[in-house]
């Protein structure tokens, strides 16, 4: 189904914090284990859209992002472990640890919110807090 997606990434390096928020159409399946959002993003410049799909899973506390377009990441939130993940950039690939801490999804066919929380580490040490918020809401057709 086509949904309207509402995002807001923060992102916290010792007493800085950023946020990011975008806006977008993209199309949510689900199934009886999982949730599917798909969507593109528009990049800066002539740089082509990254398509990227974030599947959610509704057994336990898992959440697969995988971002493809002129560099591919892939990157694995589970509750309370760390998973080892790869990021693409323009600089060459990158080996991150992601520590996920709380992982909720609500959706009730109509609207819904998923939320993550996880700790991105390089080479053990903390580089950033991160949460992600997903706001989800049915496209009346």
Do not use: W
Not at 15 to 44: A, H, P
């Amino acid at each position: 189904m086509q949904v309207l997606l509402e995002i807001v990434g923060t992102q916290r390096i010792d007493e800085m914090k950023d946020k990011i928020e975008l806006t977008t159409v993209g199309f949510l399946e689900e199934s009886e284990n999982e949730y599917t959002v798909k969507y593109s993003e528009e990049q800066e410049g002539n740089t082509p859209a990254v398509d990227v799909c974030v599947v959610i899973s509704k057994e336990k506390p898992l959440v697969t992002m995988t971002r493809s377009g002129a560099f591919d990441s892939r990157l694995v939130i589970e509750g309370s472990k760390r998973n080892l993940c790869h990021y693409g950039s323009e600089y060459g690939d990158i080996l991150m640890g992601i520590s996920g801490h709380s992982i909720s999804a609500e959706f009730d066919g109509q609207k819904g919110e998923f939320v993550f929380f996880y700790d991105i580490d390089i080479n053990g040490a903390l580089a950033s807090r991160n949460s992600l918020t997903m706001g989800v809401k049915r496209c009346q057709n």
